[in-house]
């Protein structure tokens, strides 16, 4: 079976610029978490989504920041503009909700911004 | 929010040999889930073991295995045997119990880096 598929692996931008990341989860999990990555603050998680609705976007810098799950197989995160301070690894990973509780990490997605 | 504390930013193992990683958590819940992630230098998050606080045995896969200490609120996680392929950063993250308010994330410590020489 697939992973979680991201896209794009690698992403460098200039400030400023509008940046989206896309995510596949795995087939028939319902619930949908976003995490980004740094040296500075580690793993930390910016949204979660059950069922294609978000439940949990505390972690969410600001309103350059904004995530969508139309539907249960894509999310997509979008950062609008852009800024030097979002480079980082963001990460999306995929769960059973209701009866586990291990979460799948996709590969992630490298961003640079200049 | 549950914080998670990994005290040791680097560690070092000889190939073969046993290291132990130490995390500490701080939570007032009384049923949660605990577990370690390994991240080579791919980036790639790969769960290693995980361990449910309402069960007294310790968990165990194949080399790895954990000292959960419920009253202590530490959570180690012992690499055996070790191998060149067991080099990378190690997280150990919270999980708050399935009705919590604190939902269904994850909260991670900030990681130690094992190096394994040969």
């Known amino acids: 079976d697939a992973g979680v598929i991201q896209s794009p692996r690698h992403e460098v931008t200039e400030m400023g610029q509008e940046v989206t990341l896309r995510c596949k989860p795995i087939?028939?999990?319902?619930?949908l978490f976003w995490y980004r990555q740094t040296m500075m603050r580690g793993l930390e998680l910016l949204i979660y989504?059950?069922?294609?609705?978000?439940?949990?976007d505390s972690g969410m810098p600001e309103d350059r920041f904004s995530a969508k799950m139309p539907n249960a197989s894509f999310s997509t995160l979008k950062i609008q503009p852009s800024e030097p301070r979002d480079s980082a690894v963001y990460f999306c990973a995929s769960s059973w909700s209701h009866n586990s509780y291990e979460q799948y990490f996709g590969p992630g997605t490298r961003l640079t911004v200049t | 929010a549950q914080t998670v504390t990994q005290s040791q930013p680097e560690m070092s193992v000889q190939e073969a040999e046993t290291v132990t990683l130490s995390c500490t958590y701080d939570t007032s819940e009384s049923d949660y889930y605990l577990f370690w992630y390994k991240q080579p230098p791919s980036r790639q998050m790969i769960l290693v073991i995980r361990q449910e606080a309402y069960k007294q045995q310790n968990a165990t896969e194949n080399r790895f295995s954990v000292n959960f200490q419920k009253a202590a609120k530490s959570f180690s996680l012992k690499i055996s045997d070790s191998q060149l392929g067991d080099a990378a950063m190690y997280f150990c993250a919270y999980r708050s119990p399935q009705n919590s308010n604190s939902g269904y994330a994850l909260n991670f410590g900030k990681g130690t880096s094992l190096l394994v020489t040969p």
């Open positions: 087939s028939g999990h319902n619930s």
């Open positions: 989504f059950n069922n294609n609705v978000p439940i949990d």
